[in-house]
């Protein structure tokens, strides 16, 4: 309850900081003035990201040895996204996913799957961001987060739980039966996450070059990662507003882009509604 608290408390102090500092009002009104084509064109991309990380969820549980099917992945997907955006740390959803696909599996191997395939989302993040960095002449920037990289893959190795994982994961990324597959679900699911920050961006009147989409907007949403907000609002938005100017946009654009984004995330991520309900009625019949 505490922790719940601090997050849901860390995110409001950010919000109201970066209205403040990044002219909320003015941010306001853009989201006012969004147009809702592009919204929903957004909410298009999202829950086509979804379907494809659900298969790439399958995909590697399969090359673990679990066996899920489609359908059954993208419910649960579904429902691991509407946790993840109702609830603090941004991981709940997925560790309950785990929990609930151990009936395939032990909760070892269960576990080992997920936290694969969403380590797999952040590796094709970087390899789309980290040669875009050196081609549009930012290679510090390129150079820093390999660095960072670098340093926290050398304090995990050092942890003996994690590099338990090691084996597991060449198995299931880098095995022959898989690695090609794993490349493409990558980049695809990269595409649409790109793609629908880039398009609430132009909902509120910023239209953002391709060098940005593929520079800035994978740095905003690694923002998403730090635990202490719920489904990383908060963190998203100081990031947007202090990285859009070096696109040319305004601040309070970022903050107006990366607002939507959030209700584009939580609207798409509703579905699982659906399928937590499905699942209380299959167990009120057993």
Not at 21 to 43: C, K, P, S
Not at 195 to 211: D, E, M, R, T, V
Request: aromatic residues 6%.
């Amino acid at each position: 309850m505490i922790g719940l608290a601090l997050r849901a408390g860390a995110a409001l102090v950010l919000l109201a900081l970066v209205w403040h500092f990044a002219n909320g009002r003015a941010a306001l009104d853009r989201l006012a003035q969004a147009d809702w084509r592009w919204l929903a064109a957004a909410v298009l991309a999202v829950n086509l990201q979804t379907v494809l990380s659900a298969q790439r969820w399958r995909l590697t549980a399969g090359a673990l040895g679990q066996r899920i099917g489609r359908g059954h992945a993208t419910g649960e997907y579904y429902l691991a996204q509407l946790v993840n955006q109702t609830l603090p740390g941004g991981v709940l959803g997925d560790a309950s996913r785990a929990v609930r696909a151990r009936h395939s599996a032990d909760l070892l191997r269960s576990g080992q799957a997920v936290v694969i395939e969403r380590l797999a989302g952040q590796i094709a993040l970087g390899a789309v961001l980290l040669p875009a960095l050196v081609v549009t002449g930012h290679g510090l920037w390129a150079l820093g987060i390999v660095a960072v990289v670098a340093v926290g893959t050398g304090v995990a190795g050092a942890l003996p739980k994690l590099r338990a994982l090691v084996r597991p994961l060449q198995q299931a990324l880098l095995g022959r039966a898989v690695r090609n597959r794993q490349i493409a679900l990558g980049l695809s699911i990269v595409v649409c996450n790109l793609a629908s920050f880039a398009f609430c961006a132009y909902a509120i009147g910023a239209a953002l070059p391709l060098s940005a989409i593929v520079t800035l907007v994978p740095l905003i949403l690694s923002a998403m990662l730090v635990p202490l907000s719920i489904a990383g609002w908060g963190w998203r938005e100081g990031a947007a507003a202090a990285l859009f100017p070096l696109a040319g946009a305004a601040p309070e654009a970022g903050l107006a882009a990366s607002a939507a984004f959030g209700a584009v995330l939580l609207i798409s991520a509703l579905p699982g509604l659906t399928w937590l309900t499905r699942r209380q009625e299959i167990t009120g019949t057993r």
